[in-house]
Nanobody
Framework: QVQLVESGGGLVQPGGSLRLSCIVSGTIFSRANMAWYRQGQGKQRELVAGINSLGVINYSDSLKGRFTISRGNPKNTVYLQMYSLKPEDTAVYYC???????????WGQGTQVTVSS
């Protein structure tokens, strides 16, 4: 059973940084296409960044330059480093895993990021 567990969220002041982590179990992590999504209150879930099993990365155009996605295959972990955070970055951040051979999407439980002074 594929499981994703996010961590690293919290309260941060505007201009601050956070690093989110997502540990994946129950599958061969190196074959997973990973992504981070976020959902603000009253908003639709949106893609933040993705990194596929080949290491190809894509970012939301609006977030490019402030957020960095990476993966550590030996640790079965995907990271999201966030810089220069703004109040509008406040959201629940979700980890997502997909595989080339399947239409199934796996989700973590989410981690809350709140940017406020």
């Amino acid at each position: 059973q594929v499981q994703l567990v996010e961590s690293g969220g919290g309260l941060v002041q505007p201009g601050g940084s956070l690093r989110l982590s997502c540990i994946v179990s129950g599958t061969i992590f190196s074959r997973a296409n990973m992504a981070w999504y976020r959902q603000g209150q009253g908003k639709q879930r949106e893609l933040v960044a993705g990194i596929n099993s080949l290491g190809v990365i894509n970012y939301s155009d609006s977030l490019k330059g402030r957020f960095t996605i990476s993966r550590g295959n030996p640790k079965n972990t995907v990271y999201l480093q966030m810089y220069s955070l703004k109040p509008e970055d406040t959201a629940v951040y979700y980890c997502n895993a997909r595989f080339w051979s399947s239409d199934i999407a796996y989700w973590g439980q989410g981690t809350q990021v709140t940017v406020s002074s």
